[in-house]
Structure formats: structure tokens, C-alpha cells
């Protein structure tokens, strides 16, 4: 490229630029097209309620009731109360604590001080009630089985042989208890307590419960349970036109529609599938183009950003269709509204609009009840992007999130009435995917932070923060400069109102009128709002060197703004905010003391360029006429009101504006903004 000249580089980088453009919208639309779920699809809208407005559907083929979860939950609990519980019978245990009852007895019979001849009808007793416990089976119950009744039907499994019994034929430790008491207490003729806790210490559960073998018997019971009831037979008419869709039809249709999809994922064509989706999507993205390239021209002629935006959107389609890849429980738990205002805070509502209604209608052909869909997530959209119109607030975002549920409350209820028509059959967990949706919005936070370092854009949060003047370069300039600094102030006041009611980004403005002239911050003293003293340096400098170092200050200004990292989008505010007009002052005066020498009017000039936004050209009047107000020695309405009409028409009469996109009317209504605020500043009495 090192041969070309410069028009055919310029023609190279843009056929290259369109052939990356081309390029990512394919890799866009290959990855939807690849997440995406690839099975026909169902072609009626279901919603119980409602009045079947289609023709008369009639059974293609036979198939299946599948049951409601309502009869799938009480099937499961019948099905759970019919598996009872599993104990294991251990007979070791029996044995051994047996033998240890005689050796405890032969241990402390010594010292119990009973007579020798009773040992061995002790012996007998004790071993005889223990070995009938045993023989009867003793457990411990557990809770969960216990929430209908105290005692409950158990399997005892003995060497795989299965009992049924209930615990209530079973003993506890407190039954066991209750019964040696009630044994030994009809024995007179024995010392109660002695026995009583010699057998208390042998009795050990002989029954353990299998949880393993219980559970494995209920999962294999459940897999067995039968999902469907009934047969709908090929020609049967499953609803008419003009029919209520019942419980009875809605089931149905519902068994119909999954019929159908397994149907279509076995026998349907994937590759006449894929094709559909691929015009589909291809459509969606095209459109998007064009609507940048008629409407948002700037951001279509700057991959970068195009690349910002197709990666939003492939991410969102991307991650439902991951959703319904995992069967999540509701596809309402995703942030849809979290692409809406991300593009609204990175770029503008329009754009935000318009992305948020191409991705509704792409994900509106894989989700259920598409209608439904379009409608919770249309509006939330379009909510979340109105409520953030002008962010100038942290808190916003909450406020923000407050109304996105409100909406989807209103919608929620409004379509509740419709399919349900009783407040009482609402079931209210059904808006909690909603509210989890929402919190997720939040993460559009983050996210916004990202992008703009990953991709170099400026938002409206990242314009809040520079706009605060504790900000490093502000906290200088007002330390070192102040005149400057309150200069920049006072321009930042009448830019911003003058851009508010034009229409403009005012909170952009407003950045690059506080920074405008950081570039003072060189040579403070050399301008003359920070002049105190009377002292002017510019009394011993040649007019040229005196103009250079009032025109170096732009240069220095986006020197200084580079090195703090302040973003290129405000820092073009410092470069336009003088265009390329001449310092006039030292020019003139240069005419008139040096008449006779040739003059470089080049000295004297601003480099530029010359503004080429709205707000370029507001800060450049406001900055002039700011500027020129101070030099009134006497300002009343007359003079504010000629010396705005005189500065205006100077910049106009220098094409300093011709690139500004600023119309005839715009420059009234600034005019008029200007002289208003000029007059309030000074006091200035108007005349009614």
C-alpha cells in the first residue's frame, strides 16, 4: 500500500471494511443459526381460555393423552404410598448382645448382693425378654413416613425374604421399655431396677432401614409411571372454530403439539430446517443493516462498533437457545431486557428499539406461546428503554428495574385474566421468573463497563464521572487556573441548555465543555480570565509568539486529555472548540503596528478542525460568546443581545459550522437560550 496514493488507500480500507461487515454478519448468523434448536415448528398458538378463532383441527394421525401435571403429581404420590419402606433384619446383632447380657450379669452379680441360688432365673429373665424383642424386632421409626399416621406399614427383608408388617406390631426402645416394666413388675421376687438396666444395655435396633434399596424401589416404581391416558384417534376433532379452549381441549392440543415435534425431529428434514432458520435470522440482521445504514450511518461505517452490536445480539439468541437446550423450567428467567438497554446507554433508543424487536421476533419462532412472548418482553423492553431516556444517575438503574417488574406485572395479570378469568386460579410463583429476570438486568452494569473498554465507547456513565469536578484534570484546573476554570462552567451551563433544547446529547456536551480548555493549564497566566494582578505577559512577547501560545493551548489540551485517558469523543470538543478561525486580537494588532511587513495568517490560525457534531458547534458559540461577555463593560439587554447576535454570525460568516449539522432554527433558539441566560447571569433587568 506503501505505492498507492492516498484516495486509493482510502478505496482499498473500504472495500476490505465492507468485506469484514459482510464477513461478521455470517459468522453471526452461522452461530444463531447453530445454537438454535433444529426441529419444525408447531404452527398453532395455544392458550387455554381463549376462543379457537382457526379453522376446525382435525387428528392427522394417532397418539397420545399426555397427562397434566396435576395428574402426574397425584399419580407419583399414589404410586409413593404404595412402596413401603425397606428394614433390613440383622440376626447378628441378636446373638451378640445376648451373649454380652449373660457376661454383664456375670460380671456385676458379684456385687449386687443378691442371693446365688436366683443367678440362674435371672439369667433366664433377662435373656428371655431380650430374646423376645429381638425375635418381635425393634427399630428406630422414621419422621418422614410418619406425616399420616404414628405407625406405618414396613418391607423386613430377611435373607431376601420380604414381611410385611406394621411398626405398630414392632417395638421402639420406649416400647420395649414399657413392656420389661410391665414384665418384671408382676416378678416380686426379683430386683427390677438391677435387671432392668442390665437389659436396657443390650438392646441395640435389629432393624435398620435401607434407604438405598427403598429408594431404588421408588425410582424404578416412577419410571414405570405411565405419562399419558387415552388415545385420540387419527380424523378425531380435536377443537372447532369458535370452541372454548377447556382443560380437556388445551390437553389435547398440547398433546398434539408434542406429538408433532417428535415427529418432526425424527422424520422432519434438519437440513430444510436449518435453511428456514438461516433466511430467517439472515432477514433479521439484514434488516438491521439497513436500518443502520440509512439512519445511523456512523456507526454503520465503523466495524468496530457493528461488530459491538452483532455480538449482543448473538450472545442473546445464543443463551436461549442454550436454555432450551437444557430444558430450563421457564425461558422467562433470561434478561431479554438486558440487550434493550445496553444498546440504549452504548448508542440510542432508536437503535435500542429496533435490535430489541429482532431478537423478540427470532426467539419468538423456538419459544412457547409466542404471542405471549412477544408481548411480555416487547413491552418490557421498550419500558426499560424509555425509563433510562436520560441516564443521569446511578440510582436510575434500580428505578429502572422497579418499572421492568411493574410492567411485567401488569402483563402478567392482564394475560392471567384473559386465559384464566378468576384472580383466585393465579398461581403467583409463576411471575417469580420475571422477577429473577429483572435482577439478572442489573448485570447490564457490568457489561456496559466492558464494552466500553474492550470496544473504546463512551457512555452516558462514564460522561457522569468525568463530569464530576473532583475529577484529577477539573480538581487541577481549578486549583491552577480558576478563571479558566469558571469560564469552563459557565460555557458547560449555556452549551448544555442551548443542546437540551435543540436536541443533543447534553450530557456530552456538558464533558466537553469542562475540558474544552484544559490545555490552559501550560500557561495559566498567558490567558486572561486567570490574570489578578494586572500583570500581562503578553506585553513583552511578539504578536506571533503570543498568538502561538494562546493556539497551543488546543494541542497541549489534547496532549493532556490522551495522557489522563479521557475518551476520544470528549477530546474532540478540545481540537473543534476554536474550529480554525483566527486569534484575532494579536492578528489586528499585528496589522496595525507592522503595516508594512508581510504577514503569515497562518500564525494566527486555529488548526482545527472545524466542528462536525451539533454539539461541537453549541460548545464553539458558547465558548465565543461566553468569552466575549466578559469583555462588557456595562451589559444590559441591548448589549448582550447585539454582542450573541455579532459572535453568532461571525462563525457563521467563517464556515465554522457548515459541517455542525445545525439549522437556521437551531441557531435561533441558541441565540435565544444564550441572551436569556447572559442577561440572568449579569442581572440584567428585561424590559416586559
Not at 262 to 277: F, I
Not at 514 to 524: A, F, S, W
Not at 613 to 632: H, I, Y
Request: aromatic share 10%; hydrophobic share 45%.
Amino acid at each position: 500500500m506503501a505505492n498507492l496514493s492516498s484516495s486509493r488507500q482510502k478505496a482499498v480500507l473500504r472495500k476490505y471494511a465492507r468485506k469484514l461487515k459482510f464477513l461478521m454478519m455470517m459468522v453471526s448468523i452461522g452461530i444463531i443459526v447453530w445454537t438454535l434448536p433444529k426441529q419444525a415448528k408447531f404452527m398453532y398458538e395455544i392458550q387455554k381460555g381463549r376462543i379457537w378463532t382457526q379453522k376446525d383441527l382435525i387428528s392427522p394421525y394417532n397418539f397420545a393423552i399426555l397427562k397434566t401435571q396435576q395428574e402426574l403429581d397425584s399419580d407419583r404420590k399414589v404410586i409413593l404410598l404404595g412402596i413401603t419402606p425397606v428394614y433390613q433384619l440383622n440376626t447378628n446383632i441378636a446373638d451378640k448382645q445376648l451373649e454380652a447380657f449373660k457376661n454383664d450379669l456375670e460380671i456385676k452379680w458379684h456385687t449386687a448382693g443378691i442371693n446365688d441360688k436366683l443367678k440362674d432365673d435371672y439369667i433366664n429373665t433377662g435373656y428371655n425378654l431380650l430374646k423376645h424383642i429381638y425375635d418381635v424386632g425393634i427399630l428406630k421409626p422414621d419422621p418422614k413416613y410418619q406425616q399420616n399416621s404414628q405407625n406405618y406399614t414396613i418391607t423386613i427383608l430377611n435373607k431376601n425374604v420380604g414381611t410385611d408388617k406394621n411398626t405398630g406390631d414392632l417395638f421402639t426402645r420406649d416400647k420395649a421399655l414399657d413392656y420389661f416394666n410391665q414384665v418384671l413388675s408382676t416378678r416380686k421376687d426379683i430386683d427390677k431396677s438391677f435387671l432392668l438396666d442390665l437389659v436396657l444395655n443390650r438392646m441395640q435396633n435389629n432393624l435398620i432401614y435401607d434407604d438405598m434399596l427403598t429408594s431404588r424401589l421408588q425410582k424404578e416404581a416412577l419410571e414405570n409411571l405411565s405419562l399419558t391416558r387415552g388415545m385420540v384417534q387419527k380424523e378425531d376433532i380435536l377443537v372447532t372454530t369458535g370452541s372454548v379452549v377447556n382443560d380437556e381441549v388445551y390437553q389435547k392440543l398440547i398433546s398434539y403439539k408434542k406429538a408433532f415435534e417428535d415427529s418432526s425431529r425424527v422424520n422432519g428434514d434438519r437440513r430444510l430446517v436449518m435453511l428456514g432458520q438461516v433466511l430467517l435470522v439472515a432477514m433479521a440482521i439484514t434488516l438491521l443493516m439497513v436500518f443502520l445504514y440509512l439512519f445511523r450511518r456512523d456507526i454503520y461505517d465503523d466495524n468496530r462498533l457493528v461488530s459491538l452490536i452483532l455480538l449482543v445480539i448473538t450472545a442473546m439468541l445464543a443463551a436461549l437457545s442454550l436454555a432450551i437446550k437444557l430444558q430450563t423450567p421457564n425461558l422467562y428467567y433470561i434478561p431479554y431486557c438486558i440487550v434493550p438497554i445496553i444498546i440504549r446507554i452504548l448508542f440510542d433508543t432508536r437503535l435500542a428499539l429496533n435490535i430489541h424487536l429482532l431478537v423478540v421476533l427470532i426467539a419468538g419462532f423456538f419459544v412457547p406461546n409466542s404471542f405471549e412472548f412477544a408481548y411480555f418482553e416487547i413491552t418490557a423492553g421498550m419500558v426499560s428503554i424509555y425509563s433510562i431516556k436520560n441516564l443521569i444517575r446511578r440510582e436510575q438503574f434500580l428505578l429502572s428495574a422497579l418499572i421492568i417488574t411493574f410492567s411485567y406485572f401488569m402483563a402478567f395479570i392482564g394475560i392471567s385474566f384473559i386465559r384464566e378469568g378468576s384472580f383466585l386460579s393465579i398461581n403467583w410463583m409463576d411471575f417469580l421468573p420475571f422477577v429473577v429476570s429483572v435482577l439478572l438486568t442489573l448485570l447490564a452494569y457490568p457489561l456496559i463497563y466492558i464494552f466500553e473498554k474492550i470496544f473504546a465507547i463512551t457512555s452516558d456513565i462514564t460522561l457522569i464521572e468525568l463530569t464530576n469536578t473532583n475529577a484529577p484534570l477539573l480538581r487541577e484546573l481549578a486549583f491552577t487556573a480558576p478563571g479558566t476554570f469558571q469560564h469552563s462552567l459557565q460555557v458547560a451551563n449555556l452549551a448544555e441548555n442551548a443542546i437540551y433544547s435543540i436536541g443533543g446529547n447534553a450530557l456530552l456536551v456538558r464533558a466537553g465543555a469542562l475540558y474544552h480548555d484544559i490545555g490552559k493549564l501550560e500557561n495559566p497566566l498567558f490567558f486572561i480570565e486567570n490574570q489578578s494582578s494586572g500583570f500581562n505577559p503578553h506585553d513583552k512577547l511578539p504578536y506571533e509568539e503570543s498568538a502561538q501560545i494562546i493556539i497551543r493551548h488546543v494541542s497541549k489540551g489534547v496532549e493532556m486529555a490522551e495522557n489522563a485517558n479521557i475518551p476520544q469523543v470528549v477530546i474532540d470538543f478540545i481540537r473543534t472548540h476554536h474550529g480554525d478561525t483566527r486569534v484575532d486580537y494579536f492578528y489586528q494588532s499585528f496589522l496595525k503596528n507592522f503595516p508594512e511587513k508581510m504577514i503569515n495568517e497562518k500564525v494566527f490560525r486555529y488548526p482545527g478542525p472545524i466542528p462536525s457534531t451539533k454539539e461541537g458547534g453549541v460548545l464553539m458559540l458558547a465558548d465565543s460568546v461566553e468569552a466575549a461577555s466578559r469583555s462588557l463593560k456595562e451589559p444590559d439587554e441591548k448589549s448582550i443581545s447585539e454582542l450573541v447576535d455579532r459572535i453568532v454570525k461571525y462563525k457563521l460568516d467563517q464556515d465554522q459550522l457548515k459541517d455542525s449539522d445545525i439549522t437556521l432554527k437551531d441557531i435561533e433558539t441558541i441565540k435565544t437560550i444564550f441572551k436569556r441566560m447572559l442577561m440572568s447571569i449579569y442581572h440584567v433587568r428585561i424590559n416586559y
